[in-house]
């Protein structure tokens, strides 16, 4: 997707896709004079964050980041504007640092925020739930947040980061009074935007005063972007009882949960250019091909279809 990218716009850069790095080597990568930025995809979006000088809001908003780029200025806080990008993928020298950004947020937002309708109307009472507890998990939930979705329950089965998870955006800023991260803790009268909540058991009764979930966002983690097997999720019924149905957005390259009847359901595949597309914006301080990045994203998808299809 970004060699196509790259060679759209005529570019002569290239993007080395690794495996798995362990902290060290990651560590190696970033110090490394000639490194020139990293998409990070799983693994090492929250750990980055104490190798990287600079942070943007949104990043340093999530606790987490998946773009890592040198850069000549301090833009801590800072919006980076696209002559920013320009002018310091153009500065030749030393590098002062490293800035890191979040653009999976963005992605899961947009992937949302376009098939929205009068019947996922977003009101007081919605709900949402985000199953996973890693860096692409905040990023889900920072999303769901800058949609105004007020109440958005976290579950990660035996995972105590759900719960540092939901303390962490309780207690931000743009938010700061004190809010429960239990579901059984969940109050019928606040005054907050949004409210963070762990679900430890999917076998909690969904609370009465709230409506049943019109956003499920499942972060769990997969083989990779191919079509190998993967272990599966079954959605609880109690989450899918909303007479509307709603949207269910999956980071995954594979499908981990089954259809569901009236829901929507976008893909990884189809998540995947739109998170990316910012981040190239990024890596390179040019306009995205963003056609050409999701045409891409099918073309491998359906050569990995055929190169295992059972002969």
């Given at each position: 997707?970004?060699?196509?990218?790259?060679?759209g716009?005529?570019?002569?850069?290239?993007?080395?896709?690794?495996?798995a790095?362990?902290?060290?080597?990651f560590?190696?990568?970033?110090?490394?004079?000639?490194?020139?930025?990293?998409?990070?995809?799983?693994?090492?979006?929250?750990?980055?964050?104490?190798?990287?000088?600079?942070?943007?809001?949104?990043?340093?908003?999530i606790?987490?980041?998946?773009?890592?780029?040198?850069?000549?200025g301090?833009?801590?806080?800072?919006?980076?504007?696209?002559?920013?990008?320009?002018?310091?993928?153009?500065?030749?020298?030393?590098?002062?640092?490293?800035?890191?950004?979040?653009?999976?947020?963005?992605?899961?937002?947009?992937?949302?925020e376009?098939?929205?309708?009068s019947?996922?109307?977003?009101?007081?009472?919605?709900?949402?739930?985000?199953?996973?507890?890693?860096?692409?998990?905040?990023?889900?939930?920072?999303?769901?947040?800058?949609?105004?979705?007020?109440?958005?329950?976290?579950?990660?089965?035996?995972?105590?980061k759900?719960?540092?998870?939901?303390?962490?955006?309780?207690?931000l800023?743009?938010?700061s009074?004190?809010?429960?991260?239990?579901?059984?803790?969940?109050?019928?009268?606040?005054?907050?935007?949004?409210?963070?909540?762990?679900?430890?058991?999917?076998d909690?009764?969904?609370?009465?005063?709230?409506?049943?979930?019109?956003?499920?966002?499942?972060?769990?983690?997969?083989?990779?972007?191919?079509?190998?097997?993967?272990?599966?999720?079954?959605?609880?019924?109690?989450?899918?009882?909303?007479?509307?149905?709603g949207?269910?957005?999956?980071?995954?390259?594979?499908?981990?949960?089954?259809?569901?009847?009236?829901?929507m359901?976008?893909?990884?595949?189809?998540l995947?250019?739109?998170r990316?597309a910012p981040?190239?914006?990024?890596?390179?301080?040019?306009?995205?091909?963003r056609?050409r990045?999701a045409?891409?994203?099918?073309?491998?998808?359906?050569?990995?279809?055929?190169?295992?299809?059972?002969?």
């Amino acid at each position: 997707m970004y060699q196509a990218a790259l060679r759209g716009l005529g570019l002569p850069h290239s993007f080395k896709g690794e495996g798995a790095w362990s902290r060290r080597e990651f560590s190696d990568v970033l110090s490394d004079p000639s490194f020139d930025g990293v998409a990070i995809d799983y693994g090492f979006k929250v750990a980055a964050i104490s190798h990287i000088q600079y942070l943007s809001t949104h990043a340093r908003n999530i606790g987490a980041v998946n773009t890592v780029i040198p850069t000549q200025g301090d833009w801590s806080g800072n919006d980076v504007s696209k002559l920013d990008l320009q002018l310091n993928k153009a500065f030749i020298g030393p590098k002062k640092g490293l800035f890191g950004e979040n653009t999976d947020w963005i992605g899961i937002y947009r992937c949302i925020e376009q098939r929205i309708s009068s019947a996922h109307a977003i009101t007081p009472k919605t709900t949402a739930v985000v199953i996973g507890a890693d860096g692409t998990s905040r990023a889900a939930i920072y999303a769901l947040i800058q949609l105004k979705v007020p109440n958005i329950f976290v579950y990660r089965p035996g995972d105590p980061k759900a719960h540092t998870i939901a303390n962490h955006f309780n207690s931000l800023d743009m938010n700061s009074a004190a809010r429960p991260d239990n579901m059984h803790q969940a109050k019928r009268q606040r005054t907050q935007a949004y409210q963070i909540h762990v679900i430890e058991s999917p076998d909690d009764k969904w609370p009465t005063w709230l409506s049943p979930p019109t956003f499920v966002v499942s972060c769990l983690p997969s083989h990779g972007a191919s079509i190998r097997q993967s272990p599966q999720f079954q959605l609880p019924s109690s989450w899918l009882t909303s007479p509307t149905g709603g949207i269910i957005v999956e980071t995954s390259y594979e499908p981990l949960i089954d259809p569901v009847k009236d829901w929507m359901t976008v893909s990884g595949l189809q998540l995947l250019p739109e998170r990316a597309a910012p981040q190239f914006e990024l890596l390179t301080g040019r306009r995205s091909p963003r056609t050409r990045m999701a045409l891409a994203v099918w073309k491998h998808h359906e050569a990995e279809k055929l190169r295992l299809k059972p002969q």
